[in-house]
């Protein structure tokens, strides 16, 4: 079947297998590698990417679901995304990366839907990323870092 | 930087890496615990690919493809390849196996009353052994003797990259590229299996997303892919689902010990014996003996106890082979003894804190297990008590404290090549990061040494070509192995400026081309005293606090510090409460996904209280290590904690009570 | 980890739904989010030969409330968390819906997907029956109105016929009403152990005008127990009125010892999540 996505700004039109899953997508047809698989039960979250903003898992999302809808990746350009990644390495948010890509689409999320994140709400937030080796500590001090940076930057704005 | 090409989604793991014509591999895997294969028809099987796969010889070696029979559920019985991801996993319908279902043995108990699973073995003990001083208790100095059985269950390493491997076999060499903490091991591996001579094969390197001991491992589908490679004249790529993950990934820990300590009523233990037994799986691998050496030499850690002597047993059951899991033997011997000495101090009615000082030691010693240890305990341990106003604090809330060594696996040494050219330093050890961040100590420490921008500076990607030897990353070793090669290979580049120049500057070194290798030999493994206190209060999982006070040496960087103890920590934490994989009676896992298999989500988190003394070690880089230090010290101390609360004595890991830390979602 | 192969359709309109269900009947399945269906496809538990992916249909998303909520079944239940009007109109449901699963989840779950999955585990099934929700079922011969306490058959299975597609979700009881949800699940996973949806309104007395009941994984399906809220009726709540409520609602469990723990710890902790729960919901009014 023809499907249309956007991706990161850009259209893709490709002619697909019904049954390929958005993270197949982005991964083997779009060579988008940034997007990782972790598991094959929706738990770990290595392959959360936003779908019209909200984000979702990639290896639970048929491609066919998302034709016709706008998608964002680790390998966007968005300056928010910037500012978040940078976080990541100033708090030393990762050790060996492979949730990486997922816990900062999913904190693009949390900083874009919420005015006021505290700890508690990262947290809550965060329950669908897995990471087995920073024990999520430095992971939240990097959304917090964020947070107070975005905010900082649209203060500044104001 | 390294950080900046995993945040932008620019880390090259394996499944990253495509080749054309590559094939991908699915696997046919036994859906029993215990059967004969009657039949087996299509696929790459046995039939073609007949070969075993542990690195030392043993008649109970795991053939690669399952031959006349599969003895635990996901064994590799035929493996099926396409051009496309998907239609491999169609063809795993392709192959027809007929099975006959056989008895199974899913316990370490079970497979000590049942028959054997091996036709000509007696029973399931595949091996046994003796360690320490055989004693008769009439000889020795005691009024109290108290017993206990203890069981540490199975874990599942479940890093967040599972395994995967890509084997790309061209002009006459094996080109190998896989998720791994060893390419050297692994490339020994191969070659010994499949009978390759050295320059038949390269090893390479590539990122790997998270390893804790696993990846230190070879496993049937690398060879699989390797022989598959060959045959087609194509890249094979596997890559491992989470599902195989739980099912057919070597699991840690699952050890039982029965075990007795002889002790004066003044609380000092004079005798210790009890059998270990170390639930192996199906077949026999290597990391067998790691574990259960481990779980039996290091049994009296800290504590000096003239007479010791255990029995190890190595137990076949129908389940997926024993590996490595972060500690590999030593957390369960830690606490084994420190489950024990708290039994012993409340039959005592002694405090927990005074009963191991008046065990601890003064001096280094060897124990009569075997284990060298290199530093006196008591005044680690006595230290820590003040630090935390251990006895004012254990009145306000449930401590649980343990006291421990940590087994650095520096021996037999590391290698590292250094090369300087375009202005840029690039390392390259011969011992591979699995997802630890070593690069942020190899800039911390070679920006000091060589005087330039950390930024110059990155850890390259090796491979066993660029570096004939290399050791790997377990153990806590690369603190000091990879730390010191480190400083050691750094100096002969800087003596190298020295010579051609007559002096050393940055620019006489970033101006022009360098390239060093060096082994840095040490042909013992360190060690170092260190010691965990827990509390909790069992109503809610986040009031855990975990204080820690570790003797590091000097540190490297404290970033990879912190790292290492928060994410050691959480791990201690599921290791205790929740992780393990669940078998029922007839040997089929019922641990179905990732979290089913208990690993913690980010709103579990404890508090940490973090002291970390220096006192340096005898290695170029002064350092000790940390790496396993969390899981071996926090476990036992937690269970203290929540056993003052419930009043039940822990002697089962994961201790999963469900009424523990009320779950009721707020 | 990747399905196999199937046909795929994306009506945007329910005739056109209702065509292809006609014509492929039990060969065919409905997408909502896909979060129950597609893990269970990745992993090739089930095969289906036609998808109908419902997500284009427009009629099928909407929140409304004139005297009763209305919710179409293609809502996100991430949605339904957050929704003011749910928010504002019936506490149990939005507290429920938040504490499904994770927010990437709940981002594609959807409420109907939930419902009509009727895994027993899924959590709005015992919520609808608390709330006596009335679903609006719709097929090619027309629509008909079933009760959520004659819907939920058993283990996967609904009173939803192969042709059969849920439209609507009508929920009367929010006036004057409050609820919870009392989710207790395993450290490590979000599915429910088990799980009791409590929804309750008082007369001026102060005793109990009206209560409803939903049990989440504690028998085969979801289960309402009616005997529970009967008794409750006309009752001021206290430790004794609580405790003999437990021992009714005890006849309509069926808890066995599992992975999770005994039967005897399991009904321990029911007990003490019940009692407090209704103590908790009735102190709030």
């Known amino acids: 079947m023809m499907v249309n996505i956007n991706v990161n700004g850009r259209e893709y039109k490709k002619d697909i297998e019904p049954r390929m899953l958005l993270v197949s997508f982005l991964r083997d047809e779009l060579n988008l590698t940034g997007t990782h698989i972790g598991c094959d039960t929706s738990n770990c979250g290595a392959c959360t990417v936003l779908m019209d903003g909200k984000s979702v898992k990639s ?41 990486t890509p997922g816990m900062i689409m999913q904190t693009f999320y949390i900083l874009e839907n919420s005015e006021d994140a505290d700890e508690e709400y990262i947290k809550k937030n965060l329950r669908g990323n897995l990471c087995r080796c920073t024990g999520y500590k430095s992971i939240i001090d990097s959304v917090k870092k964020a947070e107070e940076k975005v905010k900082g930057e649209i203060n500044v704005s104001k | 930087m390294y950080l900046n090409r995993f945040v932008n989604g620019e880390g090259k793991y394996v499944d990253d890496i495509k080749f054309d014509n590559m094939l991908y591999m699915s696997i046919v895997r036994s859906p029993y615990a215990h059967a004969k294969i009657k039949k087996v028809k299509g696929g790459l099987n046995s039939s073609e690919l007949k070969a075993y796969y542990a690195g030392m010889d043993h008649a109970m070696r795991e053939p690669v493809l399952a031959i006349d029979e599969v003895s635990y559920v996901g064994q590799c019985v035929a493996a099926v390849f396409s051009e496309n991801r998907y239609e491999s996993e169609d063809l795993l319908n392709s192959v027809e196996v007929d099975y006959e279902p056989l008895d199974a043995v899913s316990s370490i108990d079970d497979a000590l009353k049942k028959p054997a699973i091996h036709d000509g073995m007696k029973d399931n003990i595949l091996d046994t052994e003796d360690v320490g001083n055989k004693f008769n208790e009439k000889d020795i100095d005691y009024d109290i003797k108290v017993s206990d059985t203890l069981f540490m269950d199975r874990i599942s390493a479940n890093p967040i990259e599972t395994r995967g491997i890509i084997a790309d076999y061209k002009d006459n060499v094996l080109h190998i590229y896989a998720s791994s903490q060893s390419i050297h091991r692994l490339k020994g591996g191969i070659m010994k299996t499949l009978n390759l001579k ?158 191991r000082i008046k065990n601890a030691t003064e001096k280094p010693f060897k124990s009569p297990l075997g284990f060298d240890i290199n530093y006196p305990t008591k005044p680690l341990l006595e230290a820590a008590l003040k630090h935390f106003d251990y006895y004012n604090l254990s009145k306000k809330e449930k401590l649980g404290i343990s006291l421990f060594i940590l087994d650095e696996d520096t021996a037999p040494g590391e290698s590292c090549r250094i090369t300087v050219k375009d202005g840029k330093v690039k390392v390259y050890f011969g011992g591979d990061v699995s997802g630890q961040g070593h690069e942020l100590f190899v800039q911390e420490m070679l920006s000091e040494e060589f005087n330039i921008d950390k930024d110059l500076i990155s850890l390259d990607y090796d491979d066993t070509d660029t570096l004939k030897d290399g050791t790997g990353t377990w153990g806590s070793r690369s603190a000091i192995t990879h730390g010191s090669v480190l400083m050691k290979t750094a100096e002969i580049i800087k003596n190298d400026v020295i010579k051609k120049f007559g002096k050393y500057d940055k620019d006489l070194l970033l101006d022009n081309e360098f390239n060093e290798y060096y082994y840095y030999k040490i042909d013992y493994n360190a060690n170092s005293v260190n010691f965990n206190m827990v509390s909790c209060d ?129 | 980890m990747y399905p196999d192969k199937f046909e795929y359709f994306a009506p945007d309109n329910i005739e056109g739904l209702e065509e292809l269900l006609d014509k492929y009947k039990d060969d065919s399945k409905i997408l909502a989010g896909g979060h129950s269906l597609i893990p269970l496809l990745k992993l090739r538990l089930t095969s289906i030969p036609y998808i109908i992916d419902i997500s284009n249909i427009k009629a099928l998303s909407f929140v409304d409330y004139n005297n009763a909520l209305e919710i179409g079944p293609m809502v996100r239940t991430g949605e339904v968390a957050s929704n003011k009007i749910i928010g504002d109109k019936c506490k149990l449901l939005a507290d429920a819906a938040s504490k499904i699963a994770d927010p990437q989840v709940r981002n594609m779950g959807t409420v109907g997907g939930d419902i009509c999955e009727a895994d027993p585990r899924n959590d709005l099934p015992a919520v609808m029956l608390a709330l006596n929700a009335e679903f609006e079922v719709t097929n090619s011969m027309g629509k008909r109105t079933v009760k959520a306490e ?136």
């Not at chain 3, 004794?240 to 409520?245: L, M, N, Q, S």
């Open chain 1, 59 to 99: 290896c639970t999302v048929l491609a066919a679901q998302a034709n016709n809808h706008e998608i964002t990746t680790i390998e966007s350009s968005d300056p928010k995304l910037d500012v978040i990644k940078q976080s990541f390495v100033e708090e030393n948010g990762l050790q060996c990366g492979f949730c």
């Open chain 2, 198 to 355: 050295d320059d038949e094969i390269v090893v390479h390197h590539v990122d790997t997303g998270g390893a804790f001991g696993l990846k230190a491992l070879i496993f049937p589908e690398y060879i699989i892919a390797a022989y598959a490679s060959m045959k087609y004249k194509k890249p094979v790529k596997w890559i491992e689902t989470r599902s195989e993950h739980l099912q057919a990934a070597h699991a840690g820990r699952g050890i039982k010990a029965d075990i007795t300590l002889y002790a004066r009523k003044d609380g000092k233990i004079n005798g210790l014996d009890g059998t270990v037994y170390l639930d192996t799986g199906a077949y026999f691998t290597d990391d067998d003996l790691v574990d259960l050496g481990n779980a039996m030499h290091e049994v009296t850690g800290p504590y000096f106890i003239e007479n010791a002597h255990l029995t190890g047993k190595y137990v076949l059951t129908n389940k997926a082979l024993n590996g490595y899991y972060r500690g590999a033997g030593k957390p369960e011997a830690s606490r084994i003894m420190e489950r024990m000495i708290d039994l012993l101090a409340d039959k005592l009615k002694m405090d927990i804190a005074d009963i």
């Open chain 2, 538 to 666: 069992v109503n809610d999982m986040n009031s855990i606090k975990i204080y820690t006070y570790y003797d590091l040496g000097k540190i490297l960087n404290l970033k990879n510090v912190l790292g290492s103890i928060h994410g050691g920590g959480l791990q201690a934490l599921g290791e205790t409460l929740s992780e393990t994989l669940r078998y029922d009676e007839d040997g089929q896992l019922i641990t179905n996904n990732i979290a089913d298999a208990g690993l913690l989500t980010a709103d579990k988190i404890p508090q940490y209280n973090i002291k970390i003394v220096e006192n340096n070690s005898e290695f170029p880089d002064k350092a000790k290590g940390i790496g396993e230090s969390t899981m071996i010290g926090i476990p036992s101390a937690l269970a203290r904690s929540i056993e003052l609360q419930t009043g039940k004595r822990v002697t089962k890991f994961p201790i999963d009570d469900l009424s523990l830390f009320n779950k009721c979602m707020e």
């Open chain 3, 150 to 285: 004659d819907f939920f058959k058993d283990a996967y299975t609904t009173a939803l016929e192969s042709n059969d597609i849920l439209t609507r979700i009508v929920i009367k009881n929010t006036e004057n009403y409050y609820g919870k949800y009392y989710k207790y699940t395993t450290l490590s996973s979000d599915f429910a152990v088990f799980a009791i949806a409590i929804n309750m309104s008082l007369n001026d007395n102060k005793t109990v005008k009206d209560i409803g009941i939903g049990l989440t994984n504690l028998n085969s399906t979801a289960v309402k127990p009616v005997e529970v809220e009967n008794y409750l009726k006309n009752k001021k709540i206290d430790d004794r009125v609580a405790g003999e409520a437990f021992n009714l609602l005890l006849k309509s469990c069926d808890i066995e010892d599992d992975v999770n723990g005994t039967e005897k710890n399991k009904e321990k902790i029911l007990k003490n999540i019940f009692i407090n729960g209704l103590k908790e919901i009735y102190e709030v009014l």
